[in-house]
């Protein structure tokens, strides 16, 4: 009734108990919470942000001058409110001067005489701002404009402006773009990072549970690595449509139009498409990489330490791709395009600053190129070694006679 | 049954296996015959090269040099559907239920998985293992994963069968039931062969056995050519104990009390017990003893300790 294997069916059969077992765990169940952490903390920090910054108040400037002026600046500060009040400082007369009188701005704010954040003195036709240098730097123009108005004291009738909107103008639209490239990226990047080393962890476990030499012994290895990249693969197709499908939802429950979403330049379902065939290469090159350091390693402590240099590898890779997003065209963005590890990430990022699509089937084919090269070398290192691992000096230890007697 | 057949009847046949490990040679020239049908023990103390060698019959390593074929095929994986293979390091996963686990085993050799889960629900009823159907395998005691992992071995209907030390973690219930298992196995056709360290089970159970020492196969035949290579033991007991008679003792005799045990002389047992009745020794008893397959072990094995290198030390042990 059983008959041979070939690679893939074998393949089929580990991946097929490796993607149950794990979608079925409660493992999986906090791994699909595991994202929702990092935006909790997001959230209240920027909760606590905001509130940090509403509790604080707006900072006054004091006014230091002749009678005359300082309500000559008053007036003028309530007549300009209903259409400047965002940009114009808060105002509070410090000190009416009589005829004569001296005042010194700079001793009254070092010895903490006044409360308020910068003192204005002088005359309205010489205004002199004392206080610290970027607020007093900030305040120069409106209190220019302040003290021009309230010496001319004519009223000045303020037109209302009709407002007409436009979607985006190409300025907006390539930040946009670039934004979302951005975005893209750094999605990309972390959800790889995340997946890639979920696959290391399995193999460390299954090493732990001597798991791996029944399988080695049933099917071919290339079977078992096949089987573990493509299950894992799946996990995390699975765990990504979740994530997205929740954020979707939590989105248009919020409100959030998606016309509001800088459009890619390949237009959003595309960028979608492109994200996931990109992931699933990036995933493919990096867990092959790691299955084979996986095969290597028979503590966790090994694993951390043989992944450390493959993980700072990696984040240089995802810097150069992302300095590469910055000059497209350039050599730079080429060369991040022609390297491996790279490629995903960069023209992920050309997807959403560029409509071309040629490069992207050109980019997929040479990816798929290096995904083969990579797990078949990741298969045979895996192969040659994973059997080999045993606890150290297992093999050379020459146990003393245990015979025992019938 | 005998060994070193030629041919086609072997179920697995390897020349000169030799497995290095960092410059370590773990095993060293190996060779095998195992007649198709026969029960065969891999008898040898920890370390010697047992599982090493087994890997390699597997395909689960490769050998340095050598060559093997299993069941005819020269690469193990292309008659994988037809073996079965339990290692000594036991292994399942912990969340799996015993049917799956089995079903699992099965189709990790071509088995369909519904089919294999049929079986599995058979195989766990025939060995009393019902009620743990359902069970996770973590949930099951070490012993019962363990029979577990022994039928998920069988599930198949393998042709051959490999057990790397099958008897280590059993209590003395089990390692019965497992030999009961070994014989019907054999009674159906199926090559069984099985690594121990533990002769009695040999002993009981095979037709043929190798002998490895320090990664090297000093003997491999039956088990009587085996019990042949040392001579037969008479174990004698006087009335009297000590008498002029005693000359006619070989010089390796040893006394115990009233008895006296020593290795049949040459010329056979007929001169020494004239000998015996003109000195009057009075002879209570007489038995003339086929030595057990563990003297022949020790003298085997021991032997070839002797002239490797590495294994002084252990040699004495053995002594």
């Known amino acids: 009734m059983n008959g041979r294997l070939s690679v893939l069916a074998a ?8 993607f149950t077992a794990i979608l079925f765990s409660r493992s999986f169940f906090f791994f699909l ?72 701005p700079g001793e009254a704010l070092a010895l903490r005489k006044v409360k308020t954040a910068a003192i204005l003195s002088g005359s309205l036709e010489k205004p002199v701002l004392t206080g610290p240098g970027g607020l007093i730097e900030a305040w120069r123009g409106p209190v220019s404009m302040l003290a021009a108005q309230a010496r001319s004291g004519a009223e000045i009738a303020y037109p209302a402006v009709a407002l007409k909107p436009v979607a985006r103008s190409s300025a907006t639209e390539r930040k946009g773009r670039f934004a979302t490239a951005q975005g893209a990226q750094t999605l990309l990047f ?6 890639a080393g979920m696959v290391l962890s399995n193999l460390v476990e299954e090493k732990g549970n001597k798991i791996i030499e029944v399988l080695a012994a049933a099917v071919p290895m290339d079977a078992v690595f096949l089987g573990k990249l493509f299950a894992m693969l799946g996990i995390s197709l699975v765990g990504i449509a979740t994530w997205a499908a929740t954020l979707g939802l939590l989105w248009l429950g919020g409100g959030i139009s998606p016309e509001r979403l800088p459009d890619p330049a390949v237009g959003w379902p595309l960028l979608i498409a492109l994200g996931v065939v990109y992931f699933a290469m990036a995933y493919l090159l990096l867990g092959s990489v790691f299955l084979a350091i996986g095969s290597m390693a028979t503590t966790v402590r090994e694993v951390q330490t043989l992944s450390m240099p493959v993980t700072m590898a990696q984040l240089m890779v995802f810097f150069f791709a992302s300095f590469a997003m910055t000059q497209p065209g350039s050599a730079v963005e080429i060369a991040a395009v022609l390297v491996p590890f790279s490629s995903p990430f960069a023209m992920l990022a050309r997807a959403a600053q560029e409509p071309a699509l040629l490069p992207h089937v050109l980019a997929i084919g040479w990816q798929m190129l290096w995904v083969a090269l990579l797990v078949r070398g990741g298969a045979r290192l895996f192969r040659s070694r994973v059997m080999k691992s045993g606890p150290a000096g297992k093999t050379r230890r020459r146990s003393r006679w245990s015979l025992r007697r019938p | ?20 490990f960092d410059g370590f040679t773990a095993v060293d020239g190996v060779d095998l015959s195992v007649p198709v049908g026969a029960v065969y023990g891999i008898l040898g103390p920890n370390g010697a090269g047992k599982t090493t060698t087994l890997r390699m019959l597997l395909g689960i390593i ?16 292309d008659v994988a559907h037809a073996i079965g293979y339990l290692p000594e390091e036991r292994g399942l996963y912990p969340a799996m239920k015993a049917t799956e686990a089995i079903a699992f085993l099965g189709a990790l050799r071509g088995l369909p998985l519904r089919e294999g889960r049929r079986r599995a629900h058979e195989l766990l009823e025939r060995h009393g293992l019902g009620y743990a159907a359902d069970r996770q395998i973590r949930q099951l005691s070490k012993g019962m994963a363990q029979q577990v992992q022994i039928l998920g071995t069988l599930v198949h209907r393998p042709r051959l069968v490999i057990l790397d030390e099958p008897f280590s973690g059993l209590d003395a219930l089990n390692q019965g039931k497992l030999e009961r298992m070994i014989r019907g196995l054999a009674e ?26 320090g990664g090297k196969v000093p003997f491999a035949g039956s088990v009587d050519e085996a019990r042949d290579r040392i001579p037969r033991q008479v174990r004698l007991e006087t009335r009297d104990p000590d008498g002029a008679w005693r000359k006619a003792l070989p010089v390796d005799a040893r006394r115990e009390g009233t008895f006296w045990n020593f290795s049949l002389p040459e010329g056979g047992v007929e001169p020494l017990l004239r000998a015996l009745i003109e000195g009057d020794a009075g002879i209570l008893s007489l038995s003339i003893e086929r030595a057990g397959l563990h003297d022949a072990f020790v003298a085997i094995a021991g032997a070839a300790a002797a002239r490797a290198l590495d294994v002084g030390s252990e040699q004495e042990d053995v002594r």
Not at chain 2, 2 to 8: K, M, Y
Request: glycine share 6%.
């Open chain 2, 188 to 213: 159906e056709g199926t090559t069984v062969i099985f690594s121990t360290h533990v002769i009695a089970h040999a002993e009981r159970l095979c037709d043929d056995v190798a002998i490895i020492a």
């Open chain 1, 11 to 18: 393949a089929w059969v580990v991946a097929r108990r490796d």
């Open chain 1, 33 to 104: 919470l595991g994202p929702l952490f990092p935006v909790l903390i997001a959230v209240l920090a920027g909760s606590l942000g905001s509130r940090v910054d509403a509790s604080q108040e707006r900072p006054v400037l004091g006014i230091a001058m002749s009678v005359a002026d300082a309500d000559a600046l008053e007036r003028t500060r309530a007549r300009l409110a209903p259409v400047l009040d965002e940009e114009l400082p808060e105002l509070l007369v410090i000190r009416r001067l009589a005829k004569g009188e001296s005042y010194d």
């Open chain 2, 62 to 77: 490769d050998p340095d040099a050598g060559s093997r074929r299993i069941l005819g095929a020269e690469r193990p994986h």
């Open chain 2, 1 to 20: 049954m005998a060994s070193n057949v030629e041919g086609p009847s072997l179920a697995i046949e390897a020349r000169g296996l030799v497995k290095r």
């Open chain 1, 190 to 195: 972390l959800l790889t990072m995340m997946l």
